[in-house]
């Protein structure tokens, strides 16, 4: 066994995990709950930085908090001590958060901190941050469910989010179980074998636009593969006249659909599949975040199996570990 297939293979199992991990990083940051704001910032770089996206589109949905997402060296200069602050690196040392972090404390703001360690956790102790550690030893993309089980349970009794807990890891934990169903798992493999066939384009409403990222995202580390990521209604005012053009039969045109989906905007995602032939995929749900879970998870299945078809390791990232290299020998002006 190739040492891509033995990866491919571990990754699939972990994901066996997913719903338990998610669960229990909820409930441990759940015994320390913080109290937040109505503005909200979370900062993170890729993998880790994906919690932060899956918590703007759970609070925009449930609440009327705002909350942004900080992917830079910088925060933005408008977030101030009005502002509550939440920091994310799985490993403690991603140079963009931690720069971050330092902004943050020099404007007088005090950041939680969720990381499994390194630099991250020694300014957090140093200033005696509220801090949350997790479990390390994964890639940072294979930690999601324990880094948003983290933020979500620290922040869920603020928020006073309407949603049930209990109900929903019981009915997570069931859905995680179809991933030992042979023929469901059949049925993410085909559309691997088609993700790989053909340049893809993923599309999706807007509330739907973190997974969509992270289903690209996946894609481009786990599978080596360049990936298109689009939400509607937006797509409608530019992206759709790409049709117009030669490009037909040279894409794979993915549309990832929701319950909840405004009427208007499912009108526009179906007139899609009049333009060009496309791949549906969809979950049922009567909870909003129950349904982000449960795409997340089977999606990432389908991304780490787009590697296996391909003989692909999923944790080499051969690309981004060059340029932490050469970042490390260059100073900062």
């Known amino acids: 066994m190739s040492l891509a297939t033995e990866n491919a293979n571990q990754y699939l199992s972990l994901l066996h995990n997913f719903a338990h991990e998610f669960k229990e990083s909820f409930l441990i940051s759940n015994k320390n709950p913080q109290s937040l704001l109505n503005q909200i910032m979370v900062a993170g770089m890729g993998g880790s930085g994906i919690s932060g996206d899956?918590?703007?589109s759970v609070v925009e949905y449930?609440?009327?908090?705002?909350?942004m997402v900080s992917k830079d060296y910088h925060p933005p200069k408008f977030v101030s001590k009005t502002w509550s602050t939440v920091v994310i690196s799985y490993s403690g040392n991603t140079e963009e958060t931690i720069n971050t972090t330092k902004t943050l404390l020099s404007r007088g703001l005090i950041p939680i901190i969720i990381t499994s360690g390194g630099k991250l956790k020694e300014i957090a102790?140093?200033?005696q941050l509220p801090l949350f550690l997790v479990p390390s030893g994964l890639q940072p993309r294979a930690a999601f469910p324990i880094l948003f089980g983290t933020l979500l349970g620290l922040s869920f009794n603020s928020l006073n989010l309407p949603i049930n807990?209990?109900?929903?890891?019981?009915?997570?934990?069931?859905?995680?179980?179809?991933l030992l169903d042979t023929e469901f798992v059949d049925s993410l493999?085909?559309?691997?074998?088609?993700?790989i066939d053909k340049p893809?384009?993923?599309?999706?409403?807007?509330?739907?636009?973190s997974v969509g990222y992270r289903f690209k995202c996946q894609l481009n580390e786990?599978?080596?593969l360049?990936?298109?990521?689009?939400?509607?209604p937006e797509f409608s005012h530019n992206g759709i006249v790409g049709f117009d053009g030669n490009l037909n039969e040279k894409i794979t045109l993915l549309l990832i659909e929701s319950n909840f989906d405004y009427d208007r905007t499912v009108e526009h995602l179906q007139f899609l599949s009049t333009l060009h032939q496309t791949e549906h995929f969809q979950v049922k749900s009567d909870e909003y975040l129950l349904e982000l879970l449960t795409l997340t998870l089977y999606l990432d299945y389908v991304s780490v199996t787009a590697a296996k078809l391909q003989n692909i390791d999923p944790y080499a990232i051969i690309s981004i570990n060059k340029l932490k290299k050469k970042l490390s020998t260059l100073k900062s002006k």
């Open 54 to 56: 899956y918590f703007k």
């Open 62 to 67: 449930y609440t009327d908090k705002i909350v």
């Open 125 to 127: 102790t140093e200033n």
């Open 165 to 178: 807990i209990d109900l929903l890891f019981k009915e997570f934990k069931t859905r995680n179980k179809n």
């Open 189 to 195: 493999s085909k559309l691997a074998e088609k993700i």
């Open 200 to 209: 893809t384009w993923i599309l999706s409403s807007h509330h739907l636009s």
């Open 222 to 224: 786990n599978a080596k």
């Open 226 to 232: 360049h990936v298109t990521n689009f939400y509607s």
